[in-house]
């Protein structure tokens, strides 16, 4: 679909806006490009006697610019977050082992989510305690069974 289709909503088109935009401040030409932009600035100090006006260019420039890249981040931070969330949840719905209550803890208060990562810090332990000792109880029984079998051959 393209940008300008007048079918998109003003959201669909700042998301695709700002996912370029992003794309393209990621890359390494921008960050040579904005040290470049710094270093004239520096150096272009003394012809202009270091004025207020020459320290404003520089502030106003960089304020306005970490301004929108405020937004530019938060959108493209939410459209991770949901893409990485329902993945997340299509894994959950194909293992039929999984607990689909599971589904949406995004939802859930700050309250609700401690106690459920309490409730699984609990649960965990106990996996992790359960695991060697069964496997100690089979290594018993093994040796039992080997116990038993050399005293069967005892005369």
Known sequence: ???????????????RAAQW??????????FVGAIVIIAAWGISGPAF??????????NTGTTII???M??????TQNRDTTAIQLKLDELIRANENARNQMLRLEDLTENQINHLKE???????????????????QGLAEASED?????SRLP
Request: proline share 3%.
């Open 66 to 68: 970490t301004f929108l």
């Open 49 to 58: 006697h270091y004025s207020d006006t020459w320290q404003l260019i520089i």
């Open 147 to 151: 116990i038993e079998q050399a005293k």
């Open 21 to 30: 935009t992003a794309q393209q401040c990621g890359r390494a030409y921008t």
């Open 119 to 137: 409730s699984f810090a609990a649960a965990g332990s106990i996996a992790a305690i359960r695991q060697p000792l069964e496997a100690a109880q």
């Open 70 to 75: 405020v937004f530019l981040i938060q959108n």
């Open 1 to 15: 679909m393209d940008d300008n289709d007048p079918r998109l909503s003003l959201s669909d088109r700042f998301s």
